[in-house]
């Protein structure tokens, strides 16, 4: 039986289990909790490469190894703990069954875990993409990831962001700028008028911990982006923000299609793939909440954001694997 659920915030020994927190919001988090004084906090992941980078910059922090789609030893740490983080997922990739198993069966075995030990506060990163009319892998692994959420009766908040940027962004706006930094032309699909709503993984972070600290214990909140911005005026932003001066090509849409269809037959983990250009172009738009005054949030503005996250004295150089 699940313990009655927290009502008053953790204190900062409380221990946080952050299954999948190695990645971009796992990253972000880590550090912003531990600005706020909490102690006890284990990153399971099974990606070594940015577990090494989360040991390197937060000693101190518990960051294990762990298949999270098989049970294992990594089970343990929920025994006490106060408050899980769900972040784990898979993003990119060509085989559907990663996506299922990474997004749905590590959900199954974390969900059991959370029950069987009674951690008394859950919260559920889902995506934007649940609403979306794509119909890619990571899309539909995620809705059904989150439908295991809902079924499970436990009380959690449902986060479900857009596409985020910020320090350790290893997938999206960072992948840009390195590949900005590489290339003597910088290519875009078409005009490159698809509106975006992109979302600061530290604004994002700041809600994850409002509803760990605060008495939010239920409910499917959509966080979008507040600034509505056309993919070409990023790339722009990205350029000026980086001080590069990589020209800025269009290319017709169907030869950018046929170039990433090549590219994915001699990479196996392209950073960027077609289904992923097909989402780009599906001009999904995102309700928009008053997430700022929901969660008591500071919605920072794109143009500050992106400068944060290039030009930060110790994270901006740092890049996590795919």
């Known amino acids: ?96 069954a990663e996506f299922e198993r990474n997004n749905v069966e590590s959900t199954r075995l974390i969900l059991d875990a959370v029950r069987r030990h009674a951690v008394p506060r859950l919260v559920h990163i889902s995506s934007s993409v649940v609403e979306s009319v794509a119909d890619d892998f990571y899309t539909r692994s995620k809705r059904a990831q989150e439908a295991l959420v809902l079924a499970s009766g436990l009380p959690c908040p449902i986060l479900r962001p857009t596409l985020m940027f910020g320090w350790f962004d290893r997938k999206h706006l960072g992948w840009l700028a390195r590949f900005m ?51 070409v005026d990023i790339i722009h932003a990205i350029r000026r923000s980086i001080g590069a001066r990589t020209p800025i090509v269009h290319i017709p849409y169907g030869l950018f299609h046929a170039l990433l269809w090549a590219w994915s037959c001699v990479d196996r983990n392209p950073p960027f793939t077609t289904q992923q250009l097909a989402a780009l172009v599906a001009r999904d738009e995102f309700e928009v909440i008053d997430w700022p005054g929901l969660f008591g949030v500071r919605c920072t503005p794109f143009a500050e954001a992106i400068d944060e996250t290039f030009r930060h004295p110790q994270f901006a150089a740092v890049a996590l694997e795919f």
């Open 181 to 231: 930094r590489r290339v003597p032309v910088f290519p875009i699909p078409g005009h490159g008028r698809y509106m975006r709503q992109p979302l600061y993984v530290g604004d994002f972070c700041n809600i994850i911990i409002a509803c760990i600290e605060k008495p939010v214990t239920s409910g499917i909140f959509n966080i979008s982006g507040h600034e509505r911005i056309d993919y």
């Open 1 to 96: 039986m699940m313990n009655s659920v927290m009502t008053l915030p953790p204190d900062r020994g409380t221990r946080i289990v952050l299954p999948g927190g190695a990645g971009l919001v796992g990253q972000n988090l880590v550090a912003r909790l531990r600005e706020r004084g909490y102690r006890d906090i284990v990153v399971l992941d099974k990606h070594r490469a940015n577990l090494e980078v989360l040991k390197r910059l937060q000693p101190g922090v518990t960051a294990e190894y762990a298949d999270l789609a098989s049970p294992g030893e990594w089970q343990r740490h929920f025994d006490g703990a106060g408050v899980c983080v769900m972040l784990q997922a898979q993003i990119g990739g060509l085989d559907y």
